[in-house]
């Protein structure tokens, strides 16, 4: 019959034994959340808010063509644009924190933790004249002004209503020598050009865009079918303009740009450009932004399809003394010093190293604590054993042997079970094996000095 205490020690071995295998596994699947969370984190997409306008305008529908591109390609960068009733707004929200970035242009009052990420286009100053409006049905066949020294005294229609142009017109005067306030200026709408052309209190006329813009190009023929053909003035204090002011930018406007017949302007003329970008704050992510820039240029010539502005866009002066500085993870894209992936989460990496170290520390610890009892019982049977070693030497009986035996093969089962269950190592078990081998040695002996006793207790009766 077997031990009823031995039958409940196997039984709480057991429970304990299962209890153990679900600590283990709960802390597996702990250790795979976290980390799945982790790598969830650090891989899931970014996604930044940008704010452009008006609503219609060309900025708003590139921005919103980029936002579709980037969601469609699956890229690590995702666009969320805020549509704003203009630049002023856009540029408030972003100084607001309510943007991550933002569409602005370049010689506009910005933040000064505002950084370049990429340059949507440049826009350039053309300022061109025109005879007056007919009298009596006839037309003046040249016009008003002919240079920009004749100004003065003369009023200028400035497409577009943001104080921009008309601080950028006011510094081209100054720097060409002329009073800025013998200048009168109005303001048009830029779907105004019709009604600009055909007001006869303007003699000159000025536009801020990309060289192709369509206002500019309407606005030029506007003038042309109200007035007569047009007079291009050339701004020639454009280096002088971009020296003082590295915002500004000279550059020159191709022959037949705007019409090849007849040909307009006819020869190529100097001007003034500005850029027109798209800014970050200096504390926005390295990563996020070099991840933005990477999409947007290695999507350009897609987007360049679907909407031909987009060619236009330009990588930003990562010199350290630009006028707009760019932004370093931009920089670090354009310059071919982007971090890799070891190299950006090197210390997650040995965080979690450490992190796994540990639970296994832990996990040893509390196997250990856990088994703490059945090491003790262990060493308490290896105790016993030695001590039956003893027993056996005096052992007056085979039925005292027997008991001792049973007793010694009941140490055996739980030493196997200890080690099965990992709480004894195969030197510890080598121990036992070793005491056993000695009790079995003692038992043989006992029974043999047991047995030549009982065989010489009949002689000596016979005798």
């Not at 350039?124 to 049905?137: F, H, I, Q």
């Not at 003329?269 to 970008?277: K, Q, R």
């Not at 997650?348 to 450490?354: G, N, P, Q, S």
Request: proline share 5%; with cysteine; hydrophobic share 40%.
């Amino acid at each position: 019959m077997s031990d009823p205490n031995d039958n409940n020690a196997r039984s709480r071995r057991r429970r304990k034994r299962k209890s153990y295998a679900l600590l283990i596994l709960a802390a597996g699947m702990l250790a795979f959340g976290v980390a799945a969370g982790t790598l969830y984190y650090v891989l899931r997409p970014t996604t930044l808010r940008i704010a452009v306008g008006p609503a219609g305008s060309e900025d708003q529908k590139l921005i919103q063509l980029m936002a579709q591109t980037f969601a469609r390609e699956g890229g690590s960068v995702r666009l969320a644009p805020i549509t704003t009733e203009g630049t002023a707004q856009s540029i408030a929200l972003f100084t607001a924190g309510k943007a991550d970035l933002a569409v602005a242009r370049g010689d506009l009052n910005l933040p000064a933790n505002a950084e370049a990420v990429a340059i949507l286009r440049k826009n350039v100053v053309v300022l061109w004249s025109a005879p007056g409006l007919p009298t009596k049905g006839k037309k003046q066949s040249t016009p008003r002004v002919k240079t920009l020294d004749a100004l003065p005294g003369h009023r200028v229609g400035v497409i577009g209503r943001t104080e921009a142009n008309v601080k950028l017109l006011r510094g081209i005067l100054k720097e060409s020598g002329i009073d800025p306030d013998k200048v009168a200026v109005s303001q048009f709408a830029t779907n105004q050009t019709s009604e600009m052309a055909r007001d006869p209190t303007i003699d000159a006329f000025m536009a801020v865009g990309p060289l192709k813009s369509k206002i500019t190009v309407d606005a030029i023929a506007a003038t042309a079918v109200a007035r007569g053909e047009p007079k291009f003035l050339p701004i020639d204090v454009a280096d002088a303009i971009a020296k003082k002011n590295p915002i500004y930018e000279s550059e020159e406007i191709p022959g037949s740009i705007f019409n090849s017949s007849p040909a307009r302007p006819e020869d190529k003329i100097d001007t003034v450009a500005v850029s027109h970008l798209i800014i970050a704050p200096k504390s926005l992510s390295e990563t996020a932004v070099a991840a933005f820039a990477r999409q947007l240029f290695t999507n350009r010539q897609q987007l360049a399809r679907e909407m031909p502005t987009a060619s236009q866009i330009e990588k930003p002066d990562t010199d350290k003394d630009a006028a707009l500085p760019a932004h370093a993870g931009a920089a670090a894209y354009i310059d071919g010093n982007e971090r890799t992936f070891l190299e950006k989460y090197t210390d997650y990496i040995w965080f979690a190293v450490l992190i796994v170290s540990g639970l296994g520390s832990a996990g040893a610890w509390l196997r250990h604590y856990w088994n703490k009892d059945e090491r003790e019982q262990y060493i308490v049977h290896r105790d016993h054993l030695l001590e039956l070693i003893s027993r056996v030497r005096t052992a007056e009986t085979p039925g005292e042997l027997a008991e001792m035996q049973g007793a010694a093969d009941g140490m055996l089962r739980e030493a196997l079970d200890c080690y099965d269950d990992g709480t004894i190592e195969d030197g510890d078990l080598s121990v036992i094996g070793l005491a056993l081998e000695q009790f079995h040695h003692a038992v043989t002996d006992r029974r043999v000095v047991l047995g030549a006793g009982e065989a010489g207790m009949p002689r000596m009766r016979a005798s």
